[in-house]
């Protein structure tokens, strides 16, 4: 399982046409930058908060609809692009 990549710091996923990610995903916990850039994401594990390392997200051209509530954990994060998404609205948390 992907979550078993502990010490995985950077991870690019762009353009790889990706409908999900499993929720083992998240216990990615050294991941520091993320690129999910055009792919075919509706939304995001529920557990995406404790990304807790997780400072640069780029998840623009998706087709996200909401985040989880979980996203307002993710306090390292620094940068963060859901550009050309279909965002509804954002969690309370966020």
Same mark, same amino acid.
Do not use: M, Y
């Given at each position: 399982?992907? /979550? /078993?990549?502990?010490?995985l710091c950077r991870l690019d996923l762009h353009g790889n046409?990706?409908?999900?990610?499993?929720?083992?995903?998240?216990?990615?916990?050294?991941?520091?930058?993320?690129?999910?850039?055009?792919?075919?994401?509706?939304?995001?594990?529920?557990?995406? /908060?404790?990304?807790?390392?997780?400072?640069?997200?780029?998840?623009? /051209?998706?087709?996200l609809k909401t985040l989880p509530a979980s996203f307002g954990?993710?306090?390292?994060?620094?940068?963060?692009?859901?550009?050309?998404?279909?965002?509804?609205?954002?969690?309370?948390?966020?």
């Amino acid at each position: 399982s992907i /979550g /078993g990549l502990t010490a995985l710091c950077r991870l690019d996923l762009h353009g790889n046409c990706l409908a999900s990610l499993p929720e083992s995903f998240c216990k990615l916990a050294a991941l520091v930058e993320l690129d999910l850039r055009d792919n075919l994401l509706q939304s995001l594990p529920k557990s995406f /908060g404790e990304l807790s390392a997780l400072r640069s997200l780029l998840a623009q /051209g998706n087709r996200l609809k909401t985040l989880p509530a979980s996203f307002g954990l993710l306090q390292s994060l620094k940068s963060l692009d859901l550009e050309h998404n279909e965002l509804q609205d954002l969690p309370e948390s966020f």
